[in-house]
Nanobody
Framework: QVQLVESGGGLVQAGGSLRLSCAAS????????MGWYRQAPGKQRELVAA?????????NYLDSVKGRFTISRDNAKKLVYLHMNNLKPEDTGVYYC?????????????????WGQGTQVTVSS
């Protein structure tokens, strides 16, 4: 059973920083993609930052967070981080970890998309 568990959210003043962490656990063969999405009240969920591994790591950011947020991963520990600096009130929302994970199960090898439970980030002005 694969699980993604986020931590690190909270309340911070504008201009402050937070670091989110997401830990993947379970019988995992490989993690091909890890990313952070967020959802603000009344808005659609959007991709904030993503890191994927193919021939080399590929990293993408939402335009509004470029230069302020940094995504990184620790492959050995199956962790992905989101370092958020110079936070703004519009960064407020529930942040979800997402991962594309390959597992070996009794019936074969499967690649599935997994979500964490979400962690609240609130930035006050």
């Amino acid at each position: 059973q694969v699980q993604l568990v986020e931590s690190g959210g909270g309340l911070v003043q504008a201009g402050g920083s937070l670091r989110l962490s997401c830990a993947a656990s379970g019988t995992i063969l490989s993690i091909n993609f890890m990313g952070w999405y967020r959802q603000a009240p009344g808005k659609q969920r959007e991709l904030v930052a993503a890191i994927s591994t193919g021939d080399g790591d590929s990293i993408n950011y939402l335009d509004s967070v470029k230069g302020r947020f940094t995504i990184s991963r620790d492959n050995a520990k199956k962790l992905v981080y989101l370092h958020m600096n110079n936070l703004k009130p519009e960064d407020t929302g529930v942040y979800y970890c997402n991962a594309l994970i390959t597992t070996r199960e009794t019936m074969g090898v499967y690649r599935r998309n997994y979500w964490g439970q979400g962690t609240q980030v609130t930035v006050s002005s």
